[in-house]
């Protein structure tokens, strides 16, 4: 993995990151390390909320459909009529 600064491949550093990136001496000596783990934190932050989650149900994790108006449901089918089933076999 290249340096998370200016992409060296040589004389790589780990930096104190959660992740295995590396930085090179020499951005190592113009940056602190903190300030490019702060730095790799938050592109990472801004890259992971730019992709688009695929909507699962909240019970089994399964796909599900969007409402018609764009609206995530929290259940799928299979989940919601079992919940269905099962308030009203509770109101009986």
Known sequence: MPC???GREDDLHKIDHIGNLMACGSCISS??????AAEADRLLTEWFLTQKQEPVCLVCRGPVL??????VPMWCRACELKR??????RAA
């Open 66 to 71: 969007l409402h018609t108006d764009g609206t």
């Open 4 to 6: 998370i600064s200016c």
């Open 31 to 36: 940056h602190d390390k903190v300030s490019l």
């Open 84 to 89: 269905k089933a099962y308030v009203n076999a």
